[in-house]
């Protein structure tokens, strides 16, 4: 590198940290223990090194990270949908957050056999608890080699949560839900999940939070375990959201993780796993719907440092008015993780001439006995494909909702539980219907 481009982005850190300085200045870190206090304040000496991100970072090209890292949140409108929520048909343990903080009088008793479920401020009063060799611990990891500054800010900040551990096989999913009361609300949310050798949770999401909200979730699954993990993102239509997944995985465990994202202005979802243990699985997959004033960007990274391992990652974006679709995804496997499986596919249908969708998919690899393969294509709907089941007597909308139903099937099918990818099947099907052309 030249020494004029080697000022200028001297330069340029510089500014940025220095903005970073600004935008924490009189920050006060939520109060607790020692071993979480010391957790923030690890937390908060990171992000002042790295900064906040910018427009000029690699991994926030596509995606303008202004509005979610202003001191405070744009306002939201409260949306009120006609339809049920979510999930409501399934039976589950319901741990409720309005704005960002916990709702006992809407939670069901924080109990079920074979897991412990605390909420993070509890915890995080306790001199001991096992949360500590977690809690901002796989976040840190994450940041190797790609720095996310809003997950470390997330753990510098975040007052509630819950903490989570499964000892045995969970008898029904634990359901998180976020409800959003107030057009300021900016939320900040921690969850930490360990999953004990042999163990089994289903964890389902559900909800638009907060006008803004941040939220981050590690997971360790154990040699043996599983985790299922199926999300449906709220319909608010301006709402703004930065979430995060860091999962570790141990020997002959399985990770999977299914988004549901329909509307919202500004939407990114980071997931980083990493490979610790041989023959593990861990699938992650994506379906969207955005429509006009719509920005919905998946970043994943996927290490695998560990032999025999399989990596799936499938995204599938329906765009239409003018909505922008992100993927940004990536493969990394290291010196002798022999036997690798990875497989990426993104993939985006507009419906119309004015969206757009941005993709960057990434292998890196160091082993050379390896099955790894990534793909991304763009197009429109199927104009044969379209014909046909006109020339059949299907109408025009029915025809283009089932296509576009057919093309979102391969993300959707990812959901192990069939109650769960019906659900979410239904989902899609309302919005395709709400949202059909006059």
Same mark, same amino acid.
């Given at each position: 590198?030249?020494?004029?481009?080697?000022?200028?982005?001297?330069?340029?850190?510089?500014?940025?940290?220095?903005?970073?300085?600004?935008?924490?200045?009189?920050?006060?870190?939520?109060?607790?223990?020692?071993?979480?206090?010391?957790? $923030? #304040?690890?937390?908060?000496?990171?992000?002042?090194?790295?900064?906040?991100?910018?427009?000029?970072?690699?991994?926030?090209?596509?995606?303008?990270?202004?509005?979610?890292?202003?001191?405070?949140?744009?306002?939201?409108?409260?949306?009120?949908?006609?339809?049920?929520?979510?999930?409501?048909?399934?039976? %589950?343990?319901? =741990?409720?957050?309005?704005?960002?903080?916990?709702?006992?009088?809407?939670?069901?008793?924080?109990?079920?056999? *074979?897991?412990?479920?605390?909420?993070?401020?509890?915890?995080?009063?306790?001199?001991?608890?096992? *949360?500590?060799?977690?809690?901002?611990?796989?976040?840190? %990891?994450?940041?190797?080699?790609?720095?996310?500054?809003?997950?470390?800010?997330?753990?510098?900040?975040?007052?509630?949560?819950?903490? =989570?551990?499964?000892?045995?096989?969970?008898?029904?999913?634990?359901?998180?839900?976020?409800?959003?009361?107030?057009?300021?609300?900016?939320?900040?949310?921690?969850?930490?999940? &360990?999953?004990?050798?042999?163990?089994?949770?289903?964890?389902?999401?559900?909800?638009?939070?907060?006008?803004?909200?941040?939220?981050?979730?590690?997971?360790?699954?154990?040699?043996?375990?599983?985790?299922?993990?199926? %999300?449906?993102?709220?319909?608010?239509?301006?709402?703004?959201?930065?979430?995060?997944?860091?999962? $570790?995985?141990?020997? #002959?465990?399985?990770?999977?993780?299914?988004?549901?994202?329909?509307? *919202?202005?500004?939407?990114?979802?980071?997931?980083?796993?990493?490979?610790?243990?041989?023959?593990?699985?861990?699938?992650?997959?994506?379906?969207?719907?955005?429509?006009?004033?719509?920005?919905?960007?998946?970043?994943?990274?996927?290490?695998?440092?560990?032999?025999?391992?399989?990596? $799936?990652?499938?995204? &599938? &974006?329906?765009?239409?008015?003018?909505?922008?679709?992100?993927?940004?995804? &990536?493969?990394?496997?290291?010196?002798?993780?022999?036997?690798?499986?990875?497989?990426?596919?993104?993939?985006?249908?507009?419906?119309?001439?004015?969206?757009?969708?941005?993709?960057?998919?990434?292998?890196?690899?160091?082993?050379?006995?390896?099955?790894?393969?990534?793909?991304?294509?763009?197009?429109?709907?199927?104009?044969?494909?379209?014909?046909?089941?006109?020339?059949?007597?299907?109408?025009?909308?029915?025809?283009?909702?089932?296509?576009?139903?057919?093309?979102?099937?391969?993300?959707?099918?990812? =959901?192990?539980?069939?109650?769960?990818?019906?659900?979410?099947?239904?989902?899609?099907?309302?919005?395709?219907?709400?949202?059909?052309?006059?």
């Amino acid at each position: 590198m030249s020494a004029p481009a080697q000022s200028r982005r001297a330069q340029l850190k510089e500014a940025k940290l220095s903005a970073t300085a600004e935008r924490l200045e009189g920050v006060a870190l939520p109060a607790g223990g020692a071993w979480i206090t010391a957790a $923030r #304040e690890d937390a908060l000496a990171r992000l002042r090194q790295m900064g906040l991100p910018g427009r000029r970072d690699e991994y926030w090209k596509y995606t303008r990270p202004d509005t979610l890292t202003q001191a405070e949140a744009p306002k939201a409108g409260v949306f009120d949908p006609e339809e049920t929520p979510v999930f409501d048909g399934i039976d %589950r343990v319901k =741990i409720v957050f309005v704005d960002g903080v916990f709702s006992a009088d809407e939670s069901d008793p924080l109990e079920l056999a *074979g897991v412990e479920v605390e909420r993070l401020a509890e915890a995080g009063a306790a001199d001991i608890h096992w *949360g500590k060799e977690l809690y901002g611990v796989l976040e840190a %990891r994450g940041q190797n080699p790609v720095e996310r500054p809003l997950a470390t800010l997330n753990t510098a900040l975040a007052s509630d949560g819950v903490l =989570i551990r499964v000892t045995g096989r969970a008898e029904k999913p634990v359901s998180l839900i976020y409800r959003h009361g107030s057009d300021s609300s900016d939320a900040v949310l921690h969850h930490v999940i &360990k999953l004990e050798p042999g163990a089994d949770l289903t964890l389902l999401e559900n909800g638009p939070a907060a006008a803004r909200f941040n939220k981050v979730l590690e997971v360790d699954v154990a040699d043996g375990a599983g985790f299922h993990h199926v %999300r449906a993102q709220g319909r608010d239509h301006e709402r703004r959201a930065a979430t995060h997944i860091f999962a $570790r995985l141990g020997k #002959e465990s399985t990770f999977k993780s299914f988004t549901l994202t329909v509307n *919202g202005v500004l939407t990114r979802n980071e997931c980083v796993v990493e490979f610790t243990g041989d023959e593990a699985v861990a699938h992650v997959a994506g379906a969207c719907l955005g429509d006009g004033a719509f920005h919905h960007d998946d970043t994943v990274f996927v290490t695998h440092d560990a032999e025999a391992c399989e990596s $799936r990652q499938v995204f &599938k &974006k329906v765009l239409r008015n003018g909505a922008t679709g992100v993927f940004q995804g &990536k493969i990394l496997v290291q010196p002798g993780a022999q036997k690798t499986d990875g497989y990426q596919k993104s993939q985006s249908l507009l419906l119309d001439e004015d969206s757009q969708f941005l993709a960057k998919p990434e292998l890196e690899i160091y082993a050379d006995d390896v099955a790894c393969s990534h793909g991304s294509t763009s197009g429109a709907i199927d104009e044969e494909a379209l014909f046909y089941l006109r020339s059949r007597g299907v109408p025009t909308n029915d025809a283009t909702d089932l296509l576009t139903l057919a093309f979102l099937a391969e993300a959707v099918d990812e =959901i192990e539980d069939p109650r769960l990818a019906e659900e979410i099947v239904g989902r899609l099907e309302g919005w395709l219907k709400r949202h059909r052309r006059g």
